[in-house]
């Protein structure tokens, strides 16, 4: 089976450069993920990962390239704008505030007003429903072994931070989710419950962006592997046709792979 | 299908997990829980402390302090800086910091006065285009934070010179009589009507002073609005990544720290009757001191508005009650300075326990 060409991509990015002073983050990086599939996008510390999707998002601005979604092209210039247009991400620092309450963060720009004259004129904030909804997504991933839902972010544990961010973006996200890393702190069962999550978002039919240094959830998960080197894209690998210590060796310049789109 | 148990990686990950379970399961000492609820509720400490020093004063001066009478001539000695707090707490909780606040207030007071007597505007319409002055300041310190991403501190720095250097290029360094606004525009002294219950003597001000403080706390907590302000003090990368907007926050914060501030400058006429563009120039660090006594953090993004109230007050009844025991104004300086490093203590002790 031939990987990519025949169908159109939801989300591309082409030509994107992204410096910062000296260091070149992004070199003329491609990018193409596909309606309904879990692409990994894996490759060593400091390779332009994060800033990949961060260009992706909105929260960097791309010096050159262009971004599509659905074929058009777009120019996000803030995260907002990829959030209006369906995109969610968690990033790699989580994007919370520490002092806030899990719900706060959970509806952080996007949240709830009363019904009536309270929410209309006085933009109350409805709080019953922002929690109710805050617990049924925690719920919904097994996190509850957070007690208060209105406990400040900053009195988690670094997993149960990472699980809020997850449901965050799994609970937002209608066309793409993006996910920096998702699992780098949790501990086994969590791991599990974000990995069958990322599944079950897949069975949603919303395509999902994994970074993630582990090669066992990596080739568990993932229909393609797009494989990051030197701010670009080295090569896109089936997993079912490659073993991790190719990824790995095409990860580290090991191995130099004869196409880019390699296949079967 | 590889499982996780195989992965040295990840049992060292299950260990630590286990580490931190046991760890959640001690019981918290009473010295915990003491931090904890002041984490939850930061007003606690001033709040405490002002109680505690009323009774002091109380006990130390009987009726002469603790009668109706003195209890509220504090909030009218407070008022001026109670507001001007108002709007340093909000900037502060950004993380942001405003010594504007002083020279917007009087400028703003000038151009009240100003407008009445030099062109002849009618008096309200006067007060409007004095508030319209103080938000445009306000907006100018929150463009030039915001837009061009300069320090707070440099910028108010700046502004602060030259919102006073205009005021006194503008007035002519000239004081407006009290007898003239109350023959001419009577509305410019509106917040220094006075109205008594028993023995308790409150103005205009002073109701004006409390209800925004408490319609402020409303909505620092009940809007989105406010949900921002607090989450872009306190790390504004994440709050922009999870999507606020946050240089129009942050306008917006100094735009109605400015208006404020304006509404300060009303409350200052009426409370000395003349407008006089050397009024006030201290307003700015009387304001930090309240915002920092009241346990909001400088550091941004903690603290609630009525801890700032509750500062003012403190401040205002260590003055009164040091002059009534006919103590050197000197002692109060001392004082507030006792408290201001003690309040930054306590805040930094709330901090390290939390993380
Ligand atoms: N805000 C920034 N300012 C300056 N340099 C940056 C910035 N962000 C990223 N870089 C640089 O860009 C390069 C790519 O960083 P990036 O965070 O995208 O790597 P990554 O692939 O996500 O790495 P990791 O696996 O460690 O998360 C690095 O050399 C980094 O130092
Ligand atoms: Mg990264």
Redesign the interface.
């Known amino acids: 089976m031939s990987i990519g060409q025949k169908r159109e991509p939801i989300l591309t990015g082409r030509n994107l450069v992204k410096r910062y002073g000296k260091v070149v983050a992004l070199d003329h990086c491609d990018f193409d993920l596909y309606p309904g599939e879990i692409l990994a996008v894996i490759g060593d510390n400091g390779a332009g990962k994060s800033t990949l999707i961060k260009a992706l998002s909105g929260a960097v601005i791309p010096d050159a390239g262009e971004v599509r979604l659905e074929g058009k092209p777009v120019h996000f210039t803030s995260p907002n704008d990829a959030r209006h247009a369906g995109i969610e991400t968690v990033y790699q620092t989580l994007a919370m505030s520490p002092a806030l309450s899990i719900t706060d963060n959970m509806f952080m720009g996007r949240e709830m007003r009363k019904p009536g004259f309270r929410g209309k004129w006085l933009r109350q904030l409805d709080r019953p429903a922002m929690e109710k909804f805050a617990r049924d997504k925690l719920n919904d991933l097994g996190l509850m072994t957070i007690q208060n839902i209105n406990q400040a972010v900053e009195t988690l544990s670094g997993g149960q931070r990472q699980g809020v961010a997850v449901a965050r973006a799994a609970a937002f996200g209608s066309r793409v989710i993006i996910l920096d890393e998702p699992t780098a702190a949790l501990g086994v069962k969590e791991s599990r419950r974000v990995l069958e999550l990322i599944l079950d978002v897949r069975s949603r039919g919303i395509p999902i962006i994994l970074i993630s240094h582990n090669m066992p959830h990596v080739f568990e998960l993932a229909d393609r592997v797009h494989v990051h080197r030197l701010g670009k894209r080295l090569c896109v690998i089936d997993p079912k046709n490659h073993s991790m210590s190719d990824a790995v060796a095409y990860m580290t310049g090991a191995k130099v792979p004869e196409t880019e789109f390699e296949t079967a | 299908?590889?499982t996780?148990?195989?992965?040295y990686?990840?049992s060292v990950?299950?260990r630590?997990?286990e580490a931190?379970a046991e760890f959640?399961d001690h019981k918290p000492s009473p010295l915990q829980r003491v931090q904890h609820a002041l984490?939850v509720t930061p007003a606690l400490v001033p709040l405490i402390v002002l109680l505690a020093s009323i009774v002091v004063f109380g006990a130390l001066l009987g009726s002469r302090f603790f009668s109706p009478f003195a209890l509220t001539l504090i909030l009218q000695q407070v008022q001026i800086v109670g507001i001007v707090a108002a709007a340093q707490s909000l900037v502060i909780l950004t993380a942001g910091i405003d010594l504007s606040v002083g020279a917007i207030m009087v400028l703003s007071s000038v151009v009240m006065g100003q407008f009445t007597f030099r062109y002849g505007i009618p008096g309200p319409v006067a007060v409007a285009c004095g508030l319209a002055v103080g938000t445009a300041c306000g907006f100018l310190n929150g463009w030039l934070v915001a837009r061009m991403k300069l320090p707070p501190f440099i910028v108010t720095l700046g502004t602060w010179q030259i919102f006073l250097a205009t005021n006194y290029l503008y007035s002519a360094n000239e004081t407006i009589r009290a007898q003239d606004i109350e023959a001419t525009a009577p509305i410019l002294q509106f917040f220094g009507a006075k109205f008594s219950i028993g023995g308790a003597v409150f103005t205009v001000g002073v109701v004006f002073m409390i209800t925004l403080i408490l319609g402020l706390g409303w909505v620092l907590r009940?809007?989105?609005?406010g949900?921002?302000v607090?989450?872009l003090g306190?790390?504004a990368?994440?709050?922009?990544?999870?999507?606020?907007?946050v240089k129009r926050t942050l306008i917006s914060v100094y735009m109605l720290s400015g208006l404020i501030c304006a509404f300060a400058g009303w409350a200052l006429i009426g409370r000395i009757g003349s407008v006089s563009p050397t009024s006030g120039y201290d307003a700015n660090i009387e304001s930090i001191t309240a915002v920092v006594i009241g346990g909001i953090s400088l550091f941004g993004?903690?603290g609630s508005i009525m801890g700032s109230l509750f500062g003012a007050l403190i401040v205002g009844v260590f003055s009164l009650g040091l002059r009534l025991l006919g103590a050197d104004a000197q002692w109060t300086y001392f004082f507030i300075g006792v408290l201001i490093i003690a309040a930054v203590a306590v805040d930094q002790w709330i901090r390290k326990v939390?993380?």
Not at chain 2, 4 to 7: A, E, F, G, K, V
Not at chain 2, 237 to 245: F, N, P, R, T
């Open positions: 299908m590889p996780d148990t195989d992965h990686e990840t990950r299950e630590r997990a931190v959640a984490h009940h809007t989105a609005w949900r921002h607090y989450a306190d790390d990368e994440a709050a922009q990544l999870s999507g606020v907007d993004g903690r939390s993380a």
